[in-house]
């Protein structure tokens, strides 16, 4: 539960995760009960913009910087940020008591339209819907098949089921945010604290 100092309810719910390999370099920083702030280095612009929105509108405070091997590509840190992101908000649920779990979102983007629901099981596993929509590409120098990367990479780091749709579209640019948003908003909900809920929310009694 959260401390109470000077009147204000001061989160507990943070964490920091460092990760090096040979391919990246990575440090991030989450407060899931932030208010929305991002600080975001990855050295892909899209990218960056994505997890801006991803903070603002999972209503968590972000700051991670990556340091890549961009001169073979940018998957690894894509997918290497997607692997520390979904460590931090692990570490930071804790054991899971008192929050949701469950999490649901709709989000349009004028033409896009995608839809996204977690399960904060502790089970891994991604189902993602309608990515044949995006097609192959690049919007900047963003690959749009590294979506299904970095949100494979958070569903395992984190234990997270995740099912993701993308139901109608036709920019690329439209479609990727809408489901970035669209995580925010289902990921919010699921680690929201429930008043109603005494402990762990799951009959096993662990998560």
């Not at 603002?56 to 700051?63: I, N, Y």
């Amino acid at each position: 539960m959260a401390k109470r100092t000077a009147g204000k309810t001061a989160s507990t719910r943070r964490a920091e995760i460092s990760r090096k390999t040979k391919e990246t370099d990575i440090q991030a920083s989450v407060d899931l009960d932030g208010a929305g702030a991002a600080q975001v280095a990855t050295g892909v612009g899209f990218f960056d913009h994505m997890l801006e929105a991803l903070a603002k509108h999972g209503a968590m405070d972000l700051s991670l910087r990556c340091k890549g091997d961009y001169h073979i590509d940018d998957h690894h840190s894509v997918e290497d940020t997607g692997i520390v992101l979904g460590m931090a908000v692990a570490k930071a649920l804790g054991d899971k008591a008192g929050i949701r779990r469950f999490g649901f979102a709709s989000v349009p983007l004028d033409e896009a339209l995608s839809q996204v629901t977690v399960d904060l099981s502790g089970r891994a596993h991604l189902t993602l819907s309608g990515g044949e929509k995006l097609g192959k590409g690049k919007v900047g120098q963003f690959d749009v098949e590294l979506l299904e990367d970095f949100l494979g990479a958070f569903a395992a780091s984190s234990g997270t089921t995740m099912h993701v749709e993308i139901r109608a579209g036709r920019n690329k640019h439209h479609m990727l945010e809408a489901t970035f948003k669209a995580f925010a908003r289902a990921l919010r909900q699921a680690v929201e604290r429930d008043p109603k809920i005494l402990g762990v929310p799951s009959t096993k009694g662990v998560l």
